[in-house]
T-cell receptor, first 115, second 108 residues
């Protein structure tokens, strides 16, 4: 069964450093998402991406964040200058052709620890 | 006010019991998702509903659009059902808004 994959599974970085979290969505999916979950809190929407552009973003997704689909298979989330409060689990998700009717499939997550 | 409320927050059941987790929402939605999150953190989609009822194995999900309420039922619960169950609603656009989750523990 096709699945969303994410790398790395765990990333430790120092405050102020740039990190790139990588995702490989399901191959025929067209809609891509990033969510995050701070330890002990709800999952929160960050951004959605379609047709090579951001379709929606939350107030969390400020100028420190960017997303890219560099090669038609990977979908990346970049945090330019990490802060302690960026420590969280980051989930990538993808969904198919029909934006409304398609289910979102989640990757296993990347645990980001900022020290 | 939270847009998605789940109850209970924590639930402990004995193996074999019938379990119900509730979700209420206050916004207009195009679909509602029930998700399962295991201790390792990964999220698995259980159901996506826009009306009526769906069943998969021992899991049943229902939604009442007029009342803005959904329930997830687990029949004949088993220790392997122990996980966090999350209700999430799809709002305008395509983003999901998540509830806080219900921590379920099934004892043998």
């Amino acid at each position: 069964e096709p699945e969303v994959t994410q790398t790395p599974s765990h990333q430790v970085t120092q405050m102020g450093q740039e990190v790139i979290l990588r995702c490989v969505p399901i191959s025929n999916h067209l809609y891509f998402y990033w969510y995050r979950q701070i330890l002990g809190q709800k999952v929160e929407f960050l951004v959605s991406f379609y047709n090579n552009e951001i379709s929606e973003k939350s107030e969390i997704f400020d100028d420190q964040f960017s997303v890219e689909r560099p090669d038609g298979s990977n979908f990346t989330l970049k945090i330019r200058s990490t802060k302690l409060e960026d420590s969280a689990m980051y989930f990538c998700a993808s969904s198919g052709i029909d934006r409304v009717a398609s289910e979102q499939y989640f990757g296993p997550g990347t645990r980001l620890t900022v020290t | 006010k939270n847009e998605v409320e789940q109850s209970p927050q924590n639930l402990t059941a004995q193996e074999g019991e019938f379990i119900t987790i509730n979700c209420s929402y206050s916004v207009g939605i195009s679909a509602l998702h029930w998700l399962q999150q295991h201790p390792g953190g990964g999220i698995v989609s259980l159901f996506m509903l826009s009306s009526g009822k769906k069943k998969h194995g021992r899991l049943i999900a229902t939604i009442n659009i007029q009342e803005k309420h959904s329930s997830l039922h687990i029949t004949a619960s088993h220790p392997r059902d122990s996980a966090v169950y999350i209700c999430a609603v799809r709002v305008y656009g395509n983003k999901l808004v998540f509830g806080a989750g219900t921590i379920l523990r099934v004892k043998s």
